[in-house]
Structure formats: structure tokens, C-alpha cells
């Protein structure tokens, strides 16, 4: 059998397997990041076990249109300002992983109001990114995970 190289998709769905192996490493990526963004108050949701729906929302620092965009990118990570400072990391999460990842293997949906500003979302199913839109929703970051696997 010839060697080929995998589509971006596959490749994108395989290396998603390494993050998010069940619904308990959806929940704690996603507990994670809502501690990196300061939140006090956390709030998980499961359905069918977390296949079905995982829902976790927050009162974190919550994100721009533009940094809600990023998020979703392979890589794009707010908590590693300087490549200097890997070795010093304080954050729980820094890789920029989890929610690409989550994305590429489910139904995902990321809704946020940094305080001050105004509500967005975006929504990636199956790796494919849609635009940032209007939305409503208090301070913080809502993340509802869909159809894993």
C-alpha cells in the first residue's frame, strides 16, 4: 500500500483523539479554561454521560469576537504570551488544543461576553469553523459540546 498523506480533516480528527479520549476530558479541558479566565462560578451540564451534550458555563473574563475566533484555531492560546516563559507556565491549559480539538470530533459551540462588551458565538462542527455572530448571554463563557464522536 502506497504511503499518503491524510487528509487535513482526518489528520485534524486523529490528533483531536490524543485531547479528548471521553466525555470526562471535554469537562475538565473546559473546567480548565474557565479557572485560567478567573471564573468564580462554574456550572457543568451533562447528557447521555457527556456523549450527548456537555455544557459548561462561566463567569470567567469571557472574549472578544476576534480572540473567539482564535480560540477555535489550532495552536492559538492567550495563556503564553512570550516563548520564554513555557518553562514557567502558571496557567492549567497553554497548548491551544482543547477547544480545536473538541471541535474537530463534535458539535461545538462557544458563546462569550468579556464584561463591558457585547455577547458572540461561533460554532464548529466536525473541524469546520463557522463566522462569529451576535449573541446574547451574561459575562463569561458559555461552551456546549454536542454529538461527541
Known amino acids: 500500500m502506497p504511503i499518503r498523506i491524510l487528509p487535513e480533516t482526518t489528520a485534524n480528527r486523529i490528533?483531536?483523539?490524543?485531547?479528548?479520549?471521553?466525555?470526562?476530558?471535554?469537562?475538565?479541558?473546559?473546567?480548565?479554561?474557565?479557572?485560567?479566565?478567573?471564573?468564580?462560578?462554574?456550572?457543568?451540564?451533562?447528557?447521555?454521560?457527556?456523549?450527548?451534550?456537555?455544557?459548561?458555563?462561566d463567569d470567567g473574563a469571557g472574549m472578544t469576537p476576534d480572540d473567539l475566533e482564535l480560540a477555535v484555531e489550532r495552536h492559538a492560546t492567550s495563556k503564553l504570551p512570550e516563548e520564554e516563559l513555557l518553562f514557567r507556565i502558571a496557567t492549567l491549559g497553554f497548548r491551544g488544543e482543547a477547544l480545536p480539538s473538541i471541535g474537530a470530533v463534535s458539535r461545538l459551540t462557544l458563546t462569550s461576553r468579556p464584561r463591558g462588551g457585547d455577547a458572540h458565538a461561533i460554532t464548529v462542527e466536525g473541524g469546520r469553523k463557522g463566522p462569529v455572530m451576535p449573541a446574547s448571554g451574561a459575562p463569561g463563557t458559555r461552551v456546549e459540546m454536542r454529538d461527541l464522536f
Open 15 to 57: 490528533a483531536a483523539g490524543e485531547v479528548v479520549e471521553r466525555p470526562a476530558a471535554v469537562v475538565k479541558e473546559l473546567v480548565e479554561n474557565a479557572l485560567d479566565a478567573g471564573a468564580t462560578r462554574i456550572a457543568v451540564t451533562l447528557e447521555e454521560g457527556g456523549i450527548g451534550r456537555v455544557l459548561v458555563e
